[in-house]
């Protein structure tokens, strides 16, 4: 039996982001439609370096996808050069168990959290939508403004990073790339970047929020995906409260994400207050945006249904087309 191997650039060549987007649509619809078995992810806490293991396994029973990932977040790379976040993808064969390949998940994690920012968008945006605002120049950052500029016509785009440099890179790397516009513009401040925004996405590692409510413009949409554990807040908490609020996962963001549970816990807003999962609103079993002038906001700690569906994707794509390396088992 063989097994096959995928690098980043396999992974790359493999599934394009506006394919993704479409697949992550698919994994999310299984998953509110209960046809998808994913229990909440293992988190391993690494103190001693201040990182942390996460093991995601998902089955998602209509497409009959099983994977599973194992995927770290270490802040402290950045300060080494390092990526903060590093991943490994093993795809099943759903009837027998079987391994049937091994990928690098770094990307692909970037890859289908851009998609599902970008899913989002598609759904809760207004649909004239033509100014993006970034936080994060990592990975995570880069594929967030690919997906966006994918299911909206941008014309302007501002990334904001802790590390101006980091921007500048980002900048110089990323304008003109795909459908990404060549007016990409380094934020001084987090006011600079939103003020003008219609879509934000925030994609970084902080415990504070990155920008001030009072700054966003009527009717944004927000992608927060960066927040993964209750301590972690990207989004003011006033922000959240008059927000109408999409997750990709009730169970999970109740669970892991400071971003809701710090409003919640500070009586600000209940549980009732997320409006829908996304793949509710893809199922058209609830509504999206309603107005032009309403706040929507979309959060998501990531879910293994991404990694699954996206992953079998590659995989499929793989085969037809010769990438990677098969080795005996």
């Avoid at 619809?29 to 396994?57: D, N, Y």
């Avoid at 080494?80 to 391994?99: M, S």
């Amino acid at each position: 039996m063989k097994l096959r191997m995928l690098s980043k650039q396999d992974v790359q060549r493999a599934v394009p982001m506006r394919q993704a987007i479409e697949i992550v649509k698919g994994a999310f619809a299984q998953l509110s439609a209960g046809k998808a078995v994913v229990p909440i992810r293992t988190q391993l806490p690494v103190e001693k370096h201040q990182g942390v293991a996460l093991f995601m396994p998902a089955y998602l029973s209509e497409s009959d996808d099983l994977a599973v990932k194992i995927v770290s977040v270490f802040p402290r790379n950045l300060d080494r050069g390092l990526p903060t976040i590093f991943a490994l993808v093993v795809v099943l064969e759903a009837d027998t168990g079987r391994p049937l390949a091994v990928m690098d998940g770094t990307y692909l994690t970037a890859l289908r959290t851009g998609a599902a920012s970008g899913a989002a968008t598609d759904l809760l945006a207004r649909k004239d939508a033509h100014v993006a605002a970034i936080f994060g120049a990592g990975a995570q950052g880069r594929t967030q403004l690919l997906a966006v500029c994918e299911v909206r016509d941008i014309e302007r785009a501002w990334v904001y990073d802790v590390n101006p440099e980091a921007a500048e890179r980002y900048v110089q790397e990323m304008r003109g790339q795909g459908r990404i516009p060549d007016d990409l513009r380094v934020a001084s401040s987090p006011a600079e970047a939103v003020r003008q925004a219609d879509v934000i996405c925030t994609a970084t590692t902080t415990k504070t929020p990155v920008f001030a409510d009072a700054d966003l413009k009527p009717g944004v949409h927000i992608n927060a995906i960066g927040s993964f554990t209750p301590q972690m807040q990207e989004i003011p908490a006033e922000t959240v409260a008059r927000a109408k609020v999409v997750v990709g996962s009730r169970e999970g963001c109740l669970a892991e994400t400071g971003d809701l549970i710090i409003p919640i816990e500070s009586g600000l807003i209940t549980e009732d207050h997320i409006h829908a999962e996304l793949g509710e609103i893809v199922l058209g079993k609830k509504a999206g945006r309603k107005r032009d002038d309403e706040i929507t906001l979309f959060k998501s700690v990531g879910n293994a249904v991404q990694d699954a569906a996206v992953a079998r994707a590659v995989l499929d794509a793989s085969q037809r087309r010769g990438l990677g390396v098969e080795v005996e088992r």
